[in-house]
């Protein structure tokens, strides 16, 4: 059975940080791309980051570069969302989503999704 289960969202203060992680299993963490999403009230889901299965490439949407990076321990078949300075308008849900093969930005591209996990960012 396949699973995706995060953890790590809570309420932050403006300029804070957290970081997420999403445990993987079921399937071969290490040849899948991991991305991560977010949707906020009233929006479709969007994306925010993804890495490449070997972990040599990553990817950023602009308005989290130099803020949040994604990382991934193989060995752990986890994914890592490393948010900081967040901003009020960062919060939303986030879900971490896997790929076979390469990454993609589109979330109907992703085969895998976890049940996400609530960011709240207050001013």
């Known amino acids: 059975q396949v699973q995706l289960v995060e953890s790590g969202g809570g309420l932050v203060q403006a300029g804070g940080s957290l970081r997420l992680s999403c445990a993987a299993s079921?399937?071969?963490?290490?040849?899948?791309?991991m991305g991560w999403f977010r949707q906020a009230p009233g929006k479709e889901r969007e994306f925010v980051t993804a890495i490449t299965w070997g972990g040599t490439n990553t990817y950023y949407a602009d308005s989290v570069k130099g803020r949040f990076t994604i990382s991934r321990d193989n060995a752990k078949n986890t994914v890592y969302l490393q948010m900081n300075s967040l901003k009020p308008e960062d919060t939303a849900v986030y879900y971490c989503a896997a790929r076979r093969g390469v990454v993609a930005h589109m979330a109907s591209a992703y085969d895998y999704w976890g049940q996400g996990t609530q960011v709240t960012v207050s001013s």
């Open positions: 079921g399937f071969t963490f290490s040849t899948y791309a």
